[in-house]
């Protein structure tokens, strides 16, 4: 019996509903302007998250256009702030945000990156592709191959590959229609993983 990880898709479509007409205006709160790609890191601020990774990645490019959303806390946050500084990269720290909050944040990106070392089944994952988001997804997260589909819905790349994370990013910023397929065939496979499916 496939029983799925799964979360409650119902919830963040109707959360993604909600929030598809204030899009414009969360962007306007955090100055983010309109030809920004936002990438969201929806994990918490430790090095097994491997969030440096994500900050490094983002410097490779130097692209001005290109915000890292972190969205929640942890010990390295302090140490990630600087980092960011030091290397020209935008970014917002949201600090924790709850579950019925995090729509908001979701709803304002273009994509998702989880680049742990290890994380068995992140609920985070399946959130942010009730969104339509494409993912960067590391090789250790447990539900990889099974949420992302390589080069379909996103992208899996191997731990610490900082290089290769930048590369995605960077084909994801310059290719309008690939993100955007992407994004569909997200919603598509997160479907299947539903608490229905489980019941």
């Known amino acids: 019996?496939?029983?799925?990880?799964?979360?409650?898709?119902?919830?963040?479509?109707?959360?993604?509903?909600?929030?598809?007409?204030?899009?414009?205006?969360?962007?306007?709160?955090?100055?983010?302007?309109?030809?920004?790609?936002?990438?969201?890191?929806?994990?918490?601020f430790t090095d097994r998250k491997r969030p440096f990774d994500l900050i490094e990645a983002a410097a490779l490019l130097a692209r001005k256009n290109l915000v890292l959303l972190f969205v929640g806390d942890g010990p390295n946050k302090k140490k990630m702030e600087k980092l960011c500084l030091q290397k020209g990269v935008r970014s917002i720290f949201t600090g924790f945000i709850n579950q019925k909050i995090i729509s908001k944040y979701y709803?304002?990106?273009?994509?998702?990156?989880?680049?742990?070392?290890?994380?068995?089944?992140?609920?985070?994952?399946?959130?942010?592709?009730?969104?339509?988001?494409?993912?960067?997804?590391?090789?250790?997260?447990?539900?990889?191959?099974?949420?992302?589909?390589?080069?379909?819905?996103?992208?899996?790349?191997?731990?610490?590959?900082?290089?290769?994370?930048s590369c995605k990013i960077n084909k994801l910023m310059d290719d309008k229609k690939l993100l955007k397929e992407m994004g569909k065939n997200s919603a598509i496979i997160i479907k299947k993983w539903s608490l229905e499916n489980d019941a």
Not at 3 to 12: E, G, K, M, R, Y
Not at 122 to 134: D, G, I, T
């Open 1 to 44: 019996f496939f029983i799925p990880c799964a979360v409650d898709n119902n919830f963040f479509i109707k959360k993604k509903m909600l929030y598809n007409s204030k899009i414009n205006l969360i962007k306007n709160e955090l100055k983010i302007v309109k030809d920004d790609f936002v990438i969201i890191f929806p994990s918490r």
């Open 107 to 165: 709803s304002i990106s273009d994509a998702v990156a989880i680049i742990s070392e290890y994380d068995a089944s992140p609920k985070s994952l399946n959130e942010a592709l009730n969104f339509n988001l494409p993912g960067i997804i590391s090789n250790m997260v447990g539900t990889a191959g099974d949420l992302i589909i390589n080069e379909y819905n996103g992208f899996i790349v191997d731990v610490g590959d900082i290089k290769n994370i």
